[in-house]
């Protein structure tokens, strides 16, 4: 996936002061102009004080790129610390940290992966700060009703799934397409690296349906059809923040800060337009 370096940064803005009707959109940052020298002034400023703590490297579940690059720009404006997200599976991120690479925060999609890094001496602390939902994403279809009815459909040839090991995502849709026992639905069934890689099929054609992250469809709402998965027909996906012993040994006031912004009401709002579930 592209890097938010290269990509137009968004911005989440309430548009609404009436709490139940509240709309998010994304617009381009505006900035009002100002002078040249004080433009200048302010650019001194930044400079003199910037030190290599004034950022953190996340470590990020690819099912929550969509809402923390909306969280990022909440938070680097608030707190003027730059977050540098890189995404993958969790099990490969895992795999990634456990063989030395500098991240000071891991969000996971399960707990299991952040408990093994604790006990490697990766990490110091594990927070659930919310939960994902699976969901089946597909273009056309729109007389079937149920999961099992669009899998099957002879329209679906090509069902995108997250490796099944390191992704939880894939773990929980293999939880899910054992309890359909379906031979039929099981020989269409591509495997992705990660959610992010399912989507990239999707969005591109490569596979008729996915299975997927709910985030997928608070942005791509308009343009696919989609059917919730029953919870009860695969394990809770923990969305799980990781404080690594890298981060903490480093920068370890940002860390904390960080981890405790994830459970304050200004990110739970993002998280649940997002589709995650909070308490």
């Known amino acids: 996936m592209p890097s938010r370096s290269m990509t137009m940064r968004l911005h989440f803005e309430i548009i ?3 709490p139940i009707e509240k709309l998010y959109l994304y617009g381009i940052k505006k900035i009002a102009a100002i002078s040249t020298l004080v433009v200048i002034a302010l650019l001194a400023v930044s400079c003199s004080r910037k030190t290599k703590t004034d950022s953190l490297n996340i470590a990020l579940a690819a099912n929550m790129q969509f809402a923390m690059d909306s969280i990022a720009d909440v938070y680097e404006q608030k707190e003027g610390v730059e977050l540098v997200l890189s995404s993958n599976s969790s099990g490969m991120l895992a795999n990634q940290i456990m063989e030395g690479a500098p991240f000071d925060v891991f969000l996971s999609a399960n707990k299991s992966y952040a408990d093994k890094l604790i006990e490697g001496g990766f990490a110091k602390s594990a ?3 919310a939960h994902g939902r ?3 994403v597909y273009e056309s279809l729109d007389s079937l009703t149920s999961v099992d009815q ?4 002879n329209e ?3 069902i995108g799934v997250a490796n099944k090991i390191t992704a939880p995502y894939g773990i929980a849709s293999n939880e899910l397409l054992s309890h359909l026992n379906s031979e039929e639905i099981n020989s ?3 495997y992705g690296e990660s959610v992010g890689q399912v989507n990239q099929y999707i969005t ?3 596979v008729d349906a996915s299975l997927t992250s709910n985030s997928f469809i608070t942005k791509f709402k308009d343009d696919y059809n989609y059917l919730m998965i029953d919870s009860n027909d695969y394990t809770p996906i923990s969305q799980t923040a990781c404080s690594l012993t890298h981060g903490l040994e480093e920068k370890s006031i940002l860390v904390s800060n960080f981890v405790a912004f994830l459970d304050s009401d200004e990110c739970k709002e993002i998280l649940t337009y997002f589709g995650y579930i909070v308490d």
């Open 127 to 129: 927070e659930i700060y």
């Open 156 to 158: 679906i040839q090509r």
């Open 150 to 153: 669009v899998l099957k459909s």
């Open 16 to 18: 609404s002061k009436n």
């Open 188 to 190: 269409k069934v591509i």
């Open 204 to 206: 591109t054609g490569a």
């Open 134 to 136: 699976l969901v089946l």
